[in-house]
């Protein structure tokens, strides 16, 4: 009934800029803390930006001053700007949130750990 749903990944030549959004879908309600994962066949999957409700950020520690998450509580959406990107940066980037509240006919429920279906993004040299 509720649903996170990724866009905005690609290719990219190193050094560029790309930019993910991240919507929720459904009749949400509100949502507490979202962040983007990332994850690559030979790594586990990674935390690389989160963002709560009052727009407190923490970032992984190998895109700190590349990358920046933002969101819109109105349109729950997260975004995340990727600039200066390298060839390490390509994985599968992956929306979450921890707890989101949406409406089931007229009660409130609660949607724990949620992800997105993932978008691809590829960094060239």
């Known amino acids: 009934q509720v649903q996170l749903v990724e866009s905005g990944g690609g290719l990219v030549e190193a050094g560029g800029s790309l930019r993910l959004s991240c919507a929720a879908s459904g009749r949400v309600f509100s949502i507490d803390v979202m962040g983007w994962y990332r994850q690559t066949p030979d790594k586990e999957r990674e935390l690389v930006a989160s963002i709560n409700g009052d727009r407190i950020t923490s970032y992984g520690d190998s895109v700190k001053g590349r990358f920046t998450i933002s969101r819109d509580n109105m349109k729950h959406t997260i975004y995340l700007q990727m600039n200066n990107l390298k060839r390490e940066d390509t994985a599968i980037y992956y929306c979450?949130?921890?707890?989101?509240?949406?409406?089931?006919?007229?009660?409130?429920?609660?949607?724990?750990?949620?992800w997105g279906q993932g978008t691809q993004v590829t960094v060239s040299a």
């Open positions: 979450h949130t921890n707890n989101l509240l949406y409406y089931d006919g007229d009660h409130l429920r609660n949607s724990f750990d949620t």
